[in-house]
Antibody
Framework: EVQLQQSGPEVGRPGSSVKISCKAS????????MNWVKQSPGQGLEWIGW????????DYAEKFKKKATLTADTSSSTAYIQLSSLTSEDTATYFC????????????WGQGTLVTVSS | DIQMTQSPASLSASLGETISIECRAS??????LAWYQQKSGKSPQLLIY???RLQDGVPSRFSGSGSGTQYSLKISGMQPEDEGDYFC??????????FGAGTKLELK
């Protein structure tokens, strides 16, 4: 069974950084890219980007190119997203998500990690 | 970037009513479209992928259709458990994805 287990809620001060993890199990971690999605309070979903754990290659939505950094540790089957220069607009729930094989659809999601930016 | 326009923003349906939600892409997305249901405080759940393929375990009252730039999700017979937010997701070009703005579905 594919499972994506995310780290717990984070509180970050304005201007600081936070790093969230997503531990994958139930499949070969390097066989699929890992996507990250943002959901601001009461708002819709925004795709942030993806990382290919096998090669470390990444791609980002334009909006997040200077905000998010995606990394992966193949030894622990864990993907990470680091959010930098935090502002109140970064307060949101962040999800990791994996595609359904052979489709451009995210079938497997982490439970979400709430990031709160507060001084 | 491909833009997705989803409508309506909100919808109220009676028990057993058939409803439709639409997503329009800014360019041809070649059926690379998925539909999701999200309940409050939960992760999105995949309903439909590749425009019209029902994800395993999803009730058959959910169906998807469309091609090119126009896609729709239909719920044939609204049930209480269908209340929630619905989103479309396109992923047609070079693993670049865009979500629709969402539709809030409530039971009347």
């Amino acid at each position: 069974e594919v499972q994506l287990q995310q780290s717990g809620p984070e509180v970050g001060r304005p201007g600081s950084s936070v790093k969230i993890s997503c531990k994958a199990s139930g499949y070969t971690f390097t066989d699929y890219v890992m996507n990250w999605v943002k959901q601001s309070p009461g708002q819709g979903l925004e795709w942030i980007g993806w990382i290919d754990p096998e090669y470390g290659s990444t791609d980002y939505a334009e909006k997040f190119k200077k905000k998010a950094t995606l990394t992966a540790d193949t030894s622990s089957s864990t993907a990470y997203i680091q959010l930098s220069s935090l502002t109140s607009e970064d307060t949101a729930t962040y999800f990791c998500a994996r595609e359904l094989p052979g489709s451009a659809a995210f079938a497997y999601w982490g439970q979400g990690t709430l990031v709160t930016v507060s001084s | 970037d491909i833009q997705m326009t989803q409508s309506p923003a909100s919808l109220s349906a009676s028990l057993g009513e058939t409803i439709s939600i639409e997503c329009r892409a800014s360019e041809d997305i070649y059926s690379n479209l998925a539909w999701y249901q999200q309940k409050s405080g939960k992760s999105p759940q995949l309903l439909i992928y590749a425009a019209n393929r029902l994800q395993d375990g999803v009730p058959s009252r959910f169906s998807g259709s469309g091609s090119g730039t126009q896609y729709s999700l239909k719920i044939s017979g609204m049930q209480p458990e269908d209340e929630g937010d619905y989103f479309c997701l396109q992923g047609s070009k070079f693993l670049m994805y865009t979500f629709g703005a969402g539709t809030k579905l409530e039971l009347k």
